[in-house]
């Protein structure tokens, strides 16, 4: 609830603000849904329930439920119980970006170690498919190594600029 100094929201605004991400994020192959919803709790000032998120969508609760379980398993939404109720409610965990975009390369990872295999399955580097695939792993050892550099940088940044404490 907004307190007296709080400045008033445009709701139309916000509204626009939370379509146009997640269409911007749908271009780029994330589903729309789950979009709609990390920016609608992106955009409230405290958690909300699924009921909540799907009042301000105009959506059913099945279409949040399946976008709140995929947005939880990248680490993009935290589920906290509400006391005292079966309802869960659903806000930004800390430092968001880094957390989803940083710490969940465990996809490069997997590339790396099956890229590993094939390199080995097609001998190396000695045939033109072995190299193929070598200079694909090799590609993802580079995102890795500067996804990590990047993860530190954003760390030391945060920090120096008094951000490292609050909600990302």
């Known amino acids: 609830m907004p307190d007296d100094r709080s400045p008033a929201r445009n709701e139309e605004e916000v509204h626009l603000f939370v379509e146009r ?3 911007a994020y749908a271009d780029v192959g994330f589903p729309r849904m789950a979009g709609r919803v990390l920016f609608t709790v992106m955009s409230a000032d405290d958690p909300l329930t699924a009921a909540e998120i799907g009042e301000q969508l105009d959506v059913s609760p099945a ?6 379980r995929y947005l939880t398993q ?3 939404l935290v589920r906290e119980p509400v006391k ?3 309802r869960d409610r659903y806000r930004m965990p800390d430092n968001a970006w880094y957390e989803a975009t940083l710490t969940k390369t465990g996809l490069y990872k997997s590339f790396i170690d099956i890229a590993n295999g094939g390199v080995e399955a097609l001998h190396g580097r000695a045939t033109p ?3 193929r695939v070598a200079e694909m792993r090799d590609f993802y050892v580079f995102i890795q190594e500067e996804i990590d550099a990047l993860g530190e940088r954003w760390r030391a ?3 120096a600029t008094g951000h490292g404490d609050r909600a990302g």
């Open 157 to 159: 940044r945060r920090a």
């Open 84 to 86: 005292g109720s079966r």
């Open 63 to 68: 279409a949040v439920s399946g976008a709140v």
């Open 74 to 76: 990248f680490g993009m």
């Open 129 to 131: 498919a072995g190299e």
């Open 21 to 23: 991400m997640a269409m």
